[in-house]
């Protein structure tokens, strides 16, 4: 690979497996990074893009069984601590670094595209202000106020689409028309592998090593709600070290693509865009399951706004669940909740291990929760003591759809192959999909690129 024409050691940013495991990092670049966490705009912050804190470990926590009602361990990775408040700017930095080290992207030349429905596009431009690009976000229209302000906040600017979550395919179409301006380098999240490499590595990785401290060490069951679907590519690397784990892809009801084709509406930002995604590996995922989205908006003011009730409702002791606050976005609810309810579908005990993630955290969606308290106030402990029900303890095997036949697989790819060959994507490419040798080819050259990085950084 050509070497990039960046202008210092600290704006070339961290190798996949220095985000997987950042004591590898020079010493100095590790310690500068860490102490610059309170300067989020410092460009050495991009070497903070990992799952693990200061001391290394990975960032988790593991549910209390009182609150998820389940005899299995619920270990849910920890994403608001990365830089910008995401884990999504992991594959945005990861897209960035892959087009540089190509050649293709070159600081004071290009404009920096970011297609999303939010957590993305806020990474695409944090990572652009760090490295010097400027940068464009499109997004639907109808997303929460907290995310259009932090892409602002970052230098990014905003052009939005018609629409919600539910209607992204109006945004890879706004896309394409930039794509027309040689100048303009897309950070295509729904299409491009360096998104699928860095969950493979960095947080199949991480989610390994956080179960290893819990239960019986291994990993029954991996879930997470597709947006992109980057995030599900870490169960093709829990899936090599555990072949027997079960990955679930969620979904809300209102929109239930992979289930049955279905398209709608729906308000758990970041997830279900009515596509199969080109980067979502549909051999490995075994289930579907289908959550309400309105159990995940409730779900999350009952962990943040109305803690004390739980803690009561649970008889916990006063400030048991306080490590939640601020920890849980809408689509962290929602992962959640799919993780109670696999654990309880696939009758998991008390050695075995569920592991999801949290995407982001509660600064991105006080808007969501004040919009809720008008339209369906929660105002008895009556009411919020059904809520509590419905949701944590709510659920139906009726909801989880078993994807491992084979005529499901070729359902999935039909769904896929509709969207993405309208995207100039081949039939030969799209069928070189069905196979895993595909998956671990692409997933290899995470170390051709980190060499590669490597040496640019030695000059």
Not at 293 to 306: A, I, Y
Not at 411 to 426: A, D, H, I, N
Request: hydrophobic residues 40%; charged residues 25%.
């Amino acid at each position: 690979m050509p070497a990039p024409r960046l202008e210092s050691e600290t704006g070339f940013g961290p190798t996949y497996n220095e985000m997987l495991h950042p004591e590898t990092l020079p010493q100095s670049i590790r310690q500068k990074a860490l102490a610059a966490r309170t300067n989020e705009l410092d460009p050495i912050n991009l070497y903070n893009i990992t799952w693990r804190d200061e001391g290394n470990a990975i960032r988790h926590i593991v549910l209390p069984k009182e609150l998820t009602g389940v005899e299995a361990n619920i270990v849910v990775l920890v994403g608001r601590e990365f830089p910008s408040g995401s884990h999504k700017v992991g594959p945005a930095y990861a897209t960035l670094m892959e087009g540089e080290l190509a050649d293709e992207i070159h600081q004071g030349e290009n404009t920096i595209i970011g297609p999303s429905t939010g957590n993305f596009g806020i990474g695409v431009a944090y990572i652009s202000k760090l490295k010097g690009y400027p940068a464009i976000v499109i997004m639907p229209e109808q997303m929460s106020a907290e995310r259009y302000q932090r892409i602002r906040q970052y230098g990014g600017k905003l052009d939005l689409t018609p629409g919600s979550e539910s209607d992204v395919i109006l945004v890879l179409e706004r896309t394409e028309e930039y794509k027309k301006d040689a100048r303009n380098k897309v950070l295509a999240q729904f299409e491009l592998l360096p998104n699928y490499r860095f969950h493979r590595h960095v947080t199949g990785g991480s989610a390994v090593e956080a179960a290893r401290a819990h239960g019986n060490g291994r990993i029954a069951a991996f879930v997470a709600a597709p947006g992109s679907a980057g995030t599900l590519a870490a169960g093709d690397e829990i899936k090599a070290q555990f072949p027997e784990a079960a990955i679930c892809a969620l979904e809300p009801r209102e929109c239930s693509t992979l289930s049955n084709n279905g398209r709608g509406t729906h308000r758990i930002e970041g997830i279900g865009d009515k596509m199969v995604t080109l980067i979502h590996n549909v051999m490995t995922t075994d289930y579907v399951m289908l959550i309400h989205d309105d159990d995940c908006v409730v779900g999350l003011e009952l962990l943040q706004q109305r803690r004390p009730f739980v803690e009561k409702l649970l008889r916990l002791h006063e400030g048991s669940l306080r490590a939640f606050d601020g920890v849980f976005g809408i689509s962290g609810v929602c992962n959640i909740l799919g993780a109670i309810r696999v654990a309880e579908f696939l009758k998991l005990g008390s050695q075995d291990n569920v592991v999801t993630i949290a995407t982001d955290g509660f600064d991105r969606y006080p808007s969501v929760l004040a919009d809720l308290a008008k339209r369906r106030p929660l105002t008895t402990e009556a009411a919020l003591r059904d809520s509590f029900e419905a949701i944590f303890r709510g659920g139906s095997s009726a909801d989880i759809l078993d994807v491992r036949p084979r005529q499901q697989k070729e359902r999935l790819f039909r769904y896929k192959q509709e969207t993405w060959s309208k995207f100039g994507y081949s039939d030969s490419y799209l069928e070189s999909m069905k196979s895993q040798a595909f998956w671990e080819a692409e997933a290899a050259k995470a170390g051709e690129f980190d060499s590669a990085l490597l040496k640019a950084r030695k000059g």
